[in-house]
Nanobody
Framework: VQLQASGGGTVQTGDSLRLSCTAS????????MGWFRQAPGKEREFVAA???????AYAEFVKGRFTISRDNAKNTVYLQMNSLKPEDTAVYHC???????????????????WGQGTLVTVSR
């Protein structure tokens, strides 16, 4: 599966952005999709993930501010980010677990397909 992320940009503290990730290829979108982010000088970290059923998981630092959703007919996963903070500045990557897997995991190693990332910059 190929993943294409978009929607990043430069915003101010408190603003909102919606990221999109579209899957293409023979298999289409995977049952479990996730968003990760990597800030300059830091390791890539889990942000949110969603299963085919719509069940989801979030990192503590985005709970109440970010919402992950999916449109299976469009092979697309979204990350709605509200109340953005400067510490949210990072490259955001979407990722997919294998087609045979239906369980959400927060471990970066559980995801085998990755998009190129989209940069989100939040200024003070």
């Amino acid at each position: 599966v190929q993943l294409q992320a978009s929607g990043g940009g430069t915003v101010q503290t408190g603003d909102s952005l919606r990221l999109s990730c579209t899957a293409s290829g023979r298999t289409g979108i995977s049952p479990v999709m996730g968003w990760f982010r990597q800030a300059p000088g830091k390791e890539r970290e889990f942000v949110a993930a969603i299963a085919w059923s719509g069940s989801s998981a979030y990192a503590e630092f985005v709970k109440g501010r970010f919402t992950i959703s999916r449109d299976n007919a469009k092979n697309t996963v979204y990350l709605q980010m509200n109340s953005l903070k400067p510490e949210d500045t990072a490259v955001y990557h979407c990722a997919a677990r294998a087609q045979s897997v239906t369980v959400i995991r927060r471990d970066i190693r559980a995801y085998g397909s990755w998009g190129q990332g989209t940069l989100v910059t939040v200024s003070r």
